[in-house]
């Protein structure tokens, strides 16, 4: 079985701080992970995933394999990232993904 | 590209009522997908389909049944609601490819309510 464990359902920080929202998983084979985003009244959109190794709108996510977990951080938060995020891992052959519960993150002026 | 449609965007339903929700995707994508959103749920996969005329339960199918007769349209029927269905419904599409998973496209939503 598949599961995807983000510990924190509301994280809030300050404009200009640094972020990281965390992610767990537990999958006995070699997962695919991502990090996915909805602003407010807008629909779910890729943010990033493990295997393309970017960088997208200042966030960074490394996947380890021994501490099983996928976190996203961003060194310097801006309003406009308020969100709610969401880490997504699909694994076997059906490519299905297994949602966390997302993390809605609040950035404050 | 219109990209993942949803119809409709809202709807109140009473206890006992039909009804269908209806997915669309230009994309020629063969993966389709229904979810669910719910608060401190997350996204929970209701059904699935990997091509015309295929698909499969996810995580909570009850309730539930699904219709692939095109590749682009996916539909998602309520034969009778319930409030335990009051949600946010989303709709999703991927393409497909063996080895790897590719990002799937969602649909604005369509906003449920079970009275």
């Known amino acids: 079985a598949q599961r995807v464990t983000q510990p924190e359902k509301l994280l809030s920080v300050f404009k200009g701080a640094p972020v990281e929202l965390k992610c767990n998983y537990s999958y006995s084979g070699s997962p695919e992970l991502f990090w996915y985003v909805q602003y407010s009244r807008q629909r779910l959109q890729l943010l990033l995933r493990?295997?393309s190794r970017e960088s997208i709108k200042g966030f960074t996510a490394d996947l380890n394999k021994g501490e099983t977990s996928f976190h996203l951080k961003k060194p310097f938060a801006q309003e406009e990232d308020s969100a709610m995020y969401y880490c997504?891992?699909?694994?076997?052959?059906?490519?299905?993904?297994?949602f966390g519960k997302g993390t809605l993150l609040t950035v404050n002026p | 590209n219109a990209g993942v449609t949803q119809t409709p965007k809202f709807r109140v339903l009473k206890t006992g009522q039909s009804m269908t929700l209806l997915c669309a995707q230009d994309?020629?994508?063969?993966?389709m997908y229904w979810y669910r959103q719910d608060p401190g749920m997350g996204l929970r996969l209701i059904h699935y389909s990997v091509g015309e005329g295929t698909t499969a339960k996810g995580e909570v199918p009850d309730g539930y049944n699904v219709s692939r007769l095109k590749k682009q349209n996916f539909l998602l029927g309520l034969e009778s609601a319930a409030p335990s269905q009051t949600s946010v419904y989303f709709c999703?599409?991927?393409?497909?490819?063996?080895?790897?998973?590719?990002?799937?496209?969602f649909g604005p939503g369509t906003r449920l309510t079970v009275t």
């Open positions: 997504a891992l699909s694994g076997g052959s059906n490519y299905k993904l297994t």
């Open positions: 999703a599409s991927s393409l497909s490819t063996s080895g790897r998973a590719y990002e799937q496209y």
């Open positions: 493990h295997i």
């Open positions: 994309m020629n994508h063969e993966y």
